[in-house]
């Protein structure tokens, strides 16, 4: 019996330290143009050069929505970020010629084709609080983008129909501590 009490203290010990493992912190992509992209510790490096730096490391690594998305030539990388208590955001930035370069801030969400317009879109909207009253509530604005012909902008078609579809209403200049009534059955 004593013979075996060695190894199975030998196993018990690497086993354990294999559920030990440290949260991952670095993520690698390569483009169709052969563009080498490291993202690690917060860094993003492309084809070796530290292109961009965030300020702290936000980053989700183990997120399914990070990703690399190609639009013709253009190279878009999306990375979901940290934004407690808020939702999670995403960081989306453009690859091109060895830089990265920040071109859109928007909430985490699947990059799809929402509408049916046959254009990719992503984003959505921030958490309200609950407005003390029965009969209104607090507008909860949404913004959405899309990727066109190898740009990001605004898409504003998506957000008027979100916004109208959740508030009854859509409301272009919207801030945070509007009120709208509530639509009829909503709760």
Known sequence: MKRFLLPLSLCL????????????NELHYTSSQQQLITIYKGNIFVNGNKTFVLPTDPIVYNSRRNKLIENGRTVFLFLEVEDKPNKNKMYVFNIDHSIADSVAYAIASDVKDYDHDGNMEFGGSEQTAVYPSADSMYYVASKFYEIKKGRITFDEELTEKTDTKINGVYLKNATANTVVPKKKGQR
């Open 13 to 24: 010990t690497l086993g354990l330290s294999s559920f030990a493992q440290k949260k991952p």
